[in-house]
């Protein structure tokens, strides 16, 4: 079931199984939107209540009133959590790839009574020399080159190989519904990212989480395992062949892990006290 709520909300898809299912919300990352998901809603609908979000400016999410003194991570996670309360969710399994893995975070800081359990999907965790060259090229080039064609030349970068020309397709062609004003709007995280993730990394996932990586994710694969090493309460497993994306690339081997991951937590719920 596909709604549109009114302006001051995000743009989302509903899908509803059997009265007592539990939920799961899918966080899209930068430039993506709902349709990052499209593998996911065919696998999960029927067993899960599903929430896909359109991110504040991505996506059918146009128009939402900025009343704050500055944009951030927890303005991006508060939208979802208004969502999730006009919808009366009050706890699900958040399920999040690449930047959505950040606002994830920030929705646990927030509120870590409505986080069930967390899976992340080729999740950042650290500024990595690579990144941190990423980042620093994308704010001098943006005030040089159009955006669809920085993004066209960073989704490159994250995922070269030739197995990994769906992942760059999709997220092309979804940020090309982009403007230039939310582009800026959103790059301008960029200058605070490095801070938001020293203090992140920092702070362990309270909530049971599952990390999937890409084998082939250069970037974003060790300071994951860092992480992992770092906090024993998360997990971490890789797909091989696949890159960034891996709920695109790879959506099967993403698709099991993630329900095993998460029915394992379902029936530990339901074990007599």
């Known amino acids: ?9 995000l743009h989302f898809d509903l ?16 430039g993506g939107s709902t349709r990052t998901w499209t593998k996911q809603v065919a696998y999960f609908k029927g067993k899960f209540n599903l929430l896909l979000v359109d991110l504040r400016d991505h996506g059918e999410s146009k128009g939402l009133p900025t009343n704050f003194a500055g944009f951030s991570f927890d303005i991006v996670a508060m939208d979802v959590l208004e969502v999730m309360d006009a ?6 399994h958040f399920v999040g790839v690449s930047m959505g893995s950040i606002i994830i975070r920030h929705l646990e800081q927030l509120a870590p009574e409505r986080v069930s359990s967390i899976v992340l999907a080729g999740g950042i965790f650290k500024m990595s020399k690579k990144l941190n060259v990423l980042v620093m090229a994308a704010r001098v080039l943006t005030g040089i080159l159009p955006f669809h064609t920085l993004y066209r030349i960073f989704a490159l970068i994250l995922l070269p190989r030739k197995n990994h020309v ?3 397709r999709v997220f092309i062609r979804e940020a090309r519904k982009l403007h230039q004003k939310e582009v800026k709007k959103w790059l301008a995280l960029l200058k605070r990212l490095n801070t938001t993730l020293r203090e992140m990394f920092n702070h362990r996932i309270k909530a049971p989480c599952l990390v999937v990586m890409g084998a082939e994710d250069h970037v974003f694969l060790n300071p994951a395992r860092e992480y992992v090493a770092r906090y024993g ?5 890789t797909i091989e062949k696949c890159g960034h994306v891996c709920n695109i690339e790879k959506p099967a081997e993403f698709n099991q892990r993630c329900l095993h991951f998460i029915e394992t937590l379902e029936k530990g719920r339901l074990r007599p006290a």
């Open 1 to 9: 079931m596909k709604t549109t709520v009114p302006k001051e909300l």
């Open 166 to 168: 769906a992942s760059r």
């Open 15 to 30: 899908h509803r199984a059997e009265q007592g299912a539990p939920w799961m919300v899918f966080i899209h990352g930068a």
């Open 233 to 237: 309460n998360v997990l971490l497993e």
């Open 87 to 92: 919808l009366k969710i009050d706890e699900a």
